[in-house]
């Protein structure tokens, strides 16, 4: 072991890269040992986790503003650089003081720990692959430093190691043997850590794969009619009519795809209610079914963005189960918690409005998948899913506002936000080079909360609105198609579409951001003509 006073062997940039692979290996074993037993108990991802639940409301906007959907892969690698370079210190701590630089490893593996001890859902094995990850990275570590010193892979016995005439190993050439040896057994490493990361990747993938479940069919009468065709078939790169469920957008604080099994899930109905209930994956299946086309919208779409979709959705009415319960005089608010207790409050006065919320299973004619909530998830039309669309439910509590604060509620959020009505041009694309002359413009629009769209208007470098064609109907809480033939000439021009709602009460013009309680404006985009 060197001490302050031998001059070590390795270089900086040497030392640094055997903390940064030791560090690379103990995160695949502990990546692997999760994916076998918990991937919420991954070290990396409960670190990401914690970084979502601690950031202010404002990044996490922005995030999703700049990332959209990749804003989790963003944000695992940036925590991942951020341990690397740490690691990286570690190592070059370790060049003269190997308890320094192991040190600095606990102390990553500990602020991990702390990470994963504090989720709302801890089992006693969470804390298993933390553990291993700290051995295995001090121990990596430990052994490239002692690679260092004797210039070998293997360190052999001291008195096989090659001396010269006065019985030392010439400094060069100790020096050379020592950066071989390290840079090789940092290569083997390097490569195992690949193997065992990718076979955790393999366990995760294999674990998210569907849960074979035999959907019910919708009770008489309830099932939705056959799906119109949709202009998508004529107007090219307008968004389709039903979006596929491979192509539906997901935004959650999720960074794995969680696994609930549907033969373990219950759902408890309690808080302010006469009578408490719990229902398991089978009864909730034996209820009478409904099939439902509704659109989704995440509070975080920007105006003109992705975050928004219909599909077909098959479930119980919700309102069916809190009749059982018979929902006490004080609640004003509908908390739901899923399986890792994340909440999301829901206004009771909007729940109990009119509108249809439902216990889904089903999603476009086929299981929920995993992703987007498998077993079983709420979706309630014309509410933005922070305050709705609870994902992998598990519990719906009764309750105040003044007692309870949902996730959401707690970072600022507002509590009460239908969706707002809006027009988004799909085709042509923002900034996009035309041919000059004929041009569809096309979209789709919603007003979920006002009788359904009536009208499509567009609107060409600031002139008069002219009325677009609709699409098919498929009820006020799904969103519709439209397009509008229009004549360009050659040069650059501007875009613009809005909604009339089914009371005549066009959308509002007034541009506002997503936070707090959803965007608003008309939605324009400058294109070419050539």
Not at 243 to 256: C, E, K
Not at 388 to 417: C, F, H, N, P
Not at 494 to 508: I, K, N, P
Request: some cysteine; overall charge negative.
């Amino acid at each position: 072991m060197t001490t302050s006073a031998d001059p070590p062997l390795m270089s900086r940039c040497v030392a640094a890269v055997c903390g940064v692979v030791s560090t690379l290996l103990a995160i695949a074993v502990a990546h692997l040992l999760a994916a076998i037993l918990n991937p919420d108990s991954s070290p990396v991802l409960a670190v990401g986790s914690t970084v979502i639940d601690l950031a202010p409301t404002p990044l996490k906007d922005w995030a999703i503003r700049t990332f959209g959907t990749a804003d989790k892969v963003v944000l695992v690698g940036s925590v991942l650089v951020v341990v690397l370079v740490l690691a990286a210190v570690a190592g070059v701590l370790a060049r003269r003081s190997f308890a320094r630089g192991a040190a600095l490893l606990l102390v990553l593996v500990a602020l991990a720990t702390v990470a994963v001890l504090t989720r709302p859902v801890v089992a006693p094995s969470d804390v298993i692959p933390s553990l291993v990850c700290a051995v295995v990275g001090v121990g990596a570590l430990w052994w490239l430093v002692q690679v260092a010193e004797r210039g070998t892979m293997l360190p052999p016995p001291r008195g096989l190691i090659p001396v010269t005439g006065a019985g030392e190993r010439a400094p060069e050439a100790a020096a050379s043997a020592s950066r071989r040896a390290v840079l090789v057994t940092a290569a083997v490493m390097t490569a195992v850590a690949s193997a065992l990361g990718g076979a955790g990747r393999w366990i995760n993938s294999r674990r998210i794969e569907a849960e074979p479940v035999t959907l019910p069919r919708p009770a008489p009468g309830e099932a939705a009619p056959p799906l119109p065709t949709g202009l998508e078939s004529t107007v090219p790169d307008i968004s389709p009519l039903q979006v596929p469920n491979g192509q539906f957008y997901r935004i959650d604080t999720r960074l794995d795809t969680p696994v609930v099994s549907a033969a373990d899930w219950t759902l408890t109905i309690d808080g302010d209610v006469d009578r408490e209930l719990t229902i398991t994956f089978e009864e909730l299946l034996a209820m009478p079914m409904v099939e439902r086309d509704i659109t989704l919208t995440c509070v975080s779409n920007p105006v003109g963005g992705p975050y928004i979709g219909g599909a077909r959705w098959l479930g119980v009415p919700l309102l069916d189960i809190l009749d059982r319960v018979e929902i006490g005089p004080k609640a004003d608010q509908m908390i739901a918690t899923d399986f890792d207790g994340l909440t999301i409050g829901t206004p009771l006065e909007l729940l109990l409005d009119g509108r249809e919320p439902l216990l889904c299973v089903g999603m476009n004619g086929a299981q929920l998948p995993r992703e987007h909530g498998f077993p079983v998830r709420v979706v309630v039309p014309g509410l933005y899913g922070f305050i709705s669309a609870t994902k992998w439910v598990t519990r719906l509590t009764m309750t105040t506002y003044a007692d309870t604060e949902a996730y959401w509620t707690q970072r600022g959020w507002d509590t009460i936000s239908p969706i707002k009505p809006s027009a988004r041009i799909d085709t042509p694309f923002p900034w996009s080079s035309l041919p000059a002359g004929k041009v569809n413009v096309g979209g789709v629009a919603w007003a979920q909360n006002d009788d359904g769209v009536s009208t499509v208007q567009v609107r060409v470098d600031g002139g008069a609105w002219t009325d677009a064609k609709l699409g098919p109907d498929l009820g006020s809480v799904y969103w519709r198609q439209w397009y509008l033939p229009i004549e360009l000439d050659p040069g650059e021009h501007t875009l613009a579409a809005r909604v009339v709602d089914g009371d005549g009460t066009t959308q509002v013009d007034v541009k506002t951001q997503p936070f707090p309680g959803g965007a608003s404006g008309i939605h324009t985009i400058p294109v070419t003509a050539t």
